[in-house]
Structure formats: structure tokens, C-alpha cells
């Protein structure tokens, strides 16, 4: 089982940035898939994106697809989330997620989450 922290959410104006950071503790982090999700009020939990145990395989949902960028630091025990050129629509909590599979990361795929960060984009 992993255990996992999520940091880097906040307030930002859209147009900016930020990077969203995920800890991560336990022995099985190195061969996890893991990725991220994101819940806006009043909608379902939906896949952002997701990397392979190795960091050689990205996938992404089509409304974030060239503006956020995923990546692993396994030393680090470290997931990151960079997000570019942020819309309103952005404006989530954003999960950290994983999983066995980054190819098929579906929120019934994840094996384990993180508490949830705050992103919000204001116009």
C-alpha cells in the first residue's frame, strides 16, 4: 500500500501556473502507476493524468492535453503535476491516485488516494 500527500494547490489568476506535488510513502511507490484526478463541485471525479512506474509513459485527458505535464522522481518517492496556461474550468480539488496501470487509470483502477488539494482559477 502507498500512502500519499498532495501539496501546491492554491489561488491563481488563469493564464498562470502552478505544480502540484505528491509524497509519497511505502515500498510499492517504484512500481506503481500513478497519476492524477480532479473533482470540481457538484461533478464526478475525473482522470487528468497518469504516468507509468518508470516515467516512460504519459497519458492525458484531452481538456488538459499540452498545457499540464506529469512526471516522477522515484528517488524522491515524488509525483508532480505542472500546470500551465490554467482556465476557471480548472478549478478542482486535485487527487493524487495509484494505481497498477497507468494505461488504464480509472478511479475504480486506483488502489490508493491522497487527501485532496485546492486548485483555483479565478478569471
Known amino acids: 500500500q502507498v500512502q500519499l500527500v498532495e501539496s501546491g494547490g492554491g489561488l491563481v489568476q488563469a493564464g498562470g501556473s502552478l505544480r502540484l506535488s ?9 512500481s506503481s502507476a500513478m497519476g492524477w484526478f480532479r473533482q ?5 471525479r475525473e482522470f487528468a493524468a497518469a504516468v507509468s512506474w518508470n516515467g516512460g509513459s504519459t497519458y492525458y485527458a484531452d481538456s488538459v492535453k499540452g498545457r499540464f505535464t506529469i512526471s516522477r522522481d522515484n528517488a524522491k518517492k515524488t509525483v508532480y503535476l505542472q500546470m500551465n496556461s490554467l482556465k476557471p474550468e480548472d478549478t478542482a480539488v486535485y487527487y493524487c491516485a495509484a494505481g497498477a496501470q497507468a494505461r488504464v487509470f480509472t478511479p475504480m483502477k486506483v488502489a490508493s488516494w491522497g487527501q485532496g488539494t485546492q486548485v483555483t482559477v479565478s478569471s
Open 40 to 44: 470540481a463541485p457538484g461533478k464526478e
Open 22 to 30: 505528491c509524497a509519497a510513502s511505502g515500498r510499492t511507490f517504484s
